[in-house]
C-alpha cells in the first residue's frame, strides 16, 4: 500500500439535496467521488421530510464505491447539513417516521411559544422543536416519552451516519452540528453540553440525544465499511467550508453560495460573550474543536480540547435565483448560461434586484420581504435582467460582510473565498468583488465541505500536522480584485434603498421574529 492512499481520507458529505463521497489525497485534492441524487418532499407548502433509511442506505453505497476506485483509508470524515432532524429506535436502528429538514416550517407556533412562555430563542430551522415534535407525534405524551427514554435515540444527519457507518455502535454528534440545535449550553460552561433547561422545557429526553465528540478526533469505527477505517471527524457543512477553504485564522472568512448563501469568518480561541443573534443579524457560532492529542499524548485519559469559534450570516435564496431564471422565468436554459447573457451589457442600465425569494436573512431576518425587481424601462432587455440578478446576490453577499463586521468590531475580513455553484461565474464574482469592495479568491473545489471534512479526520490521524499545514494547502483557482472604477458608495446607497421598499410585503410574515 502506498502512502498516498494510506494517508488519505474518505469523506461522506450529506447535503440538502443530494449526498456524495470521496477520497481526499494528502495534497488536497479529491478523487473517487461518487454522487446521488436525494432531495426532500415537500407534502405540504412549508413542509420538508425526507427518508433517513433510503439515505443510509445511499450513503453506504457511494462510500463503498469511492472505497473500491481509490483503495482504503486512513479515517473516514462526516460533513453535513444541520439541523435536519431523526428519531429512531435504538434496538432496531428504524426511524419511527420521516425525518424533518432543517428547512421545514411546521414548528413555527412553538417557537413563539416557547420565547413567550419560556424567554427561550429558538428557530423553526433548529432541532430544538423539530425533536419535540417528532416525540409527541410518534411517540406521545410526557408518560410515554419518559417511558421509552432509553429506548429512543434523537439525532441531527452527522449522527444518523456517525450511526450508519458504525452499524449502530455510535451515537454521537459534534460541538459544531450541537451548537446550531438550539438544545445545546454553549457558552455558559468550559465545555459545550446539552441544555438541560431547554431540553425540560421541550420534553426532549437527554439521554436520547447523542453524545457530544470534538470535530477532530478518532470517536469510533466504521464497521459498515471495508478495512473498519476509524471515524476521526464530524462537522456541520458551513463549518467544514470554512475549514476546507483554509480559514484557519481570526479574520479569515469564506462565503458558500449554494441554494442559499452562508459567510463564516473564523474568530480563533476568542470566545463569544453571548449566543444570541447579533445586533446586525450575524450568530455566534463553533467553528470546529479538537481533541488536544499533545495533552493526550501524556496522558491517555485526558479529554482536553481546543475550541475555535466563527461568526455566521446568512442570505435566504443565493443559487435559488438562478434556478427561478431557469426554471420559472425561462430567460435560461442553464446555469452556466446566465454568465454568458450577463456579459452581454456592460451594466443593467439601472435595473437592481432583490434576491428575497423566501425572505431576508442577515441583518434584517424579514420573512416577509419579497424578490423585487426595480428601475425597469421599456429599453430593459434579457441580458440586463439576469445580470440584475447575479449582482443583486453579489449585494446580498455585501449585506452578509457588513453585518459581520458590524457585529464584531475588532474584525477586518481581508479578503473572501468563496465556493458553491455560483463560485464558477466569472460576472457574479466580479459583481461580489466590486460590492464587497474586497478580493475574491475562489475555492479550487465546488464543494469545499468534502475538503474540510478530510482536514478534520486527517488532523486526527496524522495526514497534516497542525493548522499551519492546513492554512497551506490553500490554492485558490482564481483571485479577483474589485474594479477600480466602480462607485461602491453611491451603487451601495442605491441597494439599500431597493431593500428598503422589497422589505416588509407580507406583513404577517415580516412580524415574526425568532
Known amino acids: 500500500m502506498s502512502s498516498l492512499t494510506s494517508s488519505s481520507i474518505l469523506v461522506v458529505d450529506v447535503g440538502t439535496s443530494g449526498l456524495r463521497a470521496a477520497v481526499v489525497r494528502p495534497d488536497a485534492t479529491v478523487t473517487a467521488l461518487h454522487y446521488r441524487e436525494f432531495a426532500p418532499s415537500s407534502p405540504f407548502a ?3 421530510e425526507f427518508d433517513a433509511t433510503e439515505m443510509a442506505r445511499l450513503v453506504l453505497e457511494v462510500a463503498h464505491a469511492s472505497l473500491a476506485e481509490a483503495g482504503a483509508v486512513a479515517a473516514v470524515g462526516i460533513t453535513t447539513q444541520r439541523a435536519s432532524t431523526i428519531l429512531w429506535d435504538r434496538s432496531t436502528g428504524i426511524p419511527l417516521g420521516p425525518a424533518l ?8 407556533g412553538e417557537c413563539i411559544m416557547a420565547k413567550a412562555e419560556h424567554g427561550l430563542s429558538l428557530a423553526p430551522n433548529q432541532t430544538a422543536t423539530k425533536a419535540a415534535w417528532l416525540l409527541k407525534t410518534y411517540v406521545g405524551d410526557e408518560q410515554a416519552i419518559a417511558a421509552r427514554a432509553h429506548d429512543l435515540c434523537i439525532g441531527t444527519v452527522d449522527s444518523w451516519i456517525a450511526w450508519t457507518l458504525s452499524q449502530g455502535a455510535l451515537h454521537v454528534t459534534d460541538h459544531s452540528n450541537a451548537a446550531v440545535t438550539g438544545l445545546a449550553d454553549v457558552l455558559s460552561h468550559e465545555t459545550i453540553r446539552w441544555h438541560e433547561r431547554a431540553c425540560s422545557v421541550l420534553g426532549v429526553p437527554i439521554s436520547m440525544l447523542p453524545t457530544l465528540v470534538p470535530s477532530s478526533g478518532i470517536i469510533g469505527t466504521a464497521s459498515a465499511l471495508p478495512g473498519s477505517p476509524p471515524i476521526a471527524a464530524i462537522a456541520g457543512d458551513q463549518q467544514a467550508s470554512l475549514i476546507g477553504q483554509s480559514c484557519v485564522r481570526r479574520n479569515m472568512a469564506k462565503c458558500t453560495f449554494g441554494t442559499g448563501g452562508m459567510m463564516n469568518v473564523c474568530l480563533g480561541d476568542n470566545k463569544p460573550t453571548s449566543s ?3 445586533q446586525h443579524g450575524t450568530f455566534p457560532i463553533v467553528a470546529w474543536t479538537q ?7 501524556q496522558n491517555q485519559s485526558s479529554t482536553s480540547q481546543r475550541t475555535s469559534w466563527g461568526a455566521e450570516a446568512i442570505m435566504l435564496s443565493a443559487g435559488t435565483n438562478i434556478e427561478w431564471l431557469r426554471d420559472d422565468m425561462g430567460l435560461i436554459s442553464s446555469a452556466e448560461e446566465s454568465d454568458a447573457i450577463a456579459r452581454s451589457c456592460d451594466s443593467t442600465d439601472g435595473v437592481m434586484y432583490v434576491p428575497a425569494l423566501l425572505g431576508l436573512g ?8 419579497r424578490g423585487a425587481l426595480f428601475g425597469l424601462t421599456r429599453g430593459t432587455t434579457r441580458a440586463h435582467i439576469v445580470r440584475s440578478v447575479l449582482e443583486g446576490v453579489a449585494h446580498r453577499g455585501a449585506d452578509l460582510l457588513e453585518a459581520i463586521e458590524s457585529d464584531y468590531p475588532d ?6 473565498r468563496v465556493d458553491g455553484g455560483m463560485s464558477r461565474n466569472p460576472t457574479f464574482i ?3 468583488a466590486n460590492a464587497t469592495g474586497r478580493p475574491i479568491s475562489v475555492s479550487p473545489v465546488t464543494e469545499a465541505t468534502t475538503v474540510g471534512a478530510a482536514y478534520l479526520a486527517g488532523l486526527a490521524v496524522g495526514t497534516w500536522s497542525n ?10 483557482q482564481t483571485t479577483v480584485d474589485p474594479l477600480p472604477n466602480y462607485d461602491r458608495t453611491a451603487v451601495r446607497a442605491q441597494w439599500e434603498r431597493a431593500v428598503t421598499r422589497a422589505a416588509g410585503w407580507i406583513t404577517e410574515l415580516s412580524s415574526l421574529d425568532f
Open 46 to 48: 412549508g413542509l420538508v
Open 101 to 108: 429538514g432543517w428547512q421545514d416550517l411546521r414548528t413555527v
Open 276 to 278: 444570541e443573534r447579533g
Open 291 to 297: 481533541t488536544d492529542t499533545s495533552i493526550q499524548a
Open 362 to 369: 442577515t441583518p434584517r431576518w424579514d420573512y416577509g420581504a
Open 411 to 416: 474584525v477586518e475580513v481581508p479578503e473572501i
Open 430 to 432: 466580479q459583481a461580489l
Open 467 to 476: 493548522l499551519a499545514e492546513i492554512e497551506s494547502l490553500w490554492s485558490p
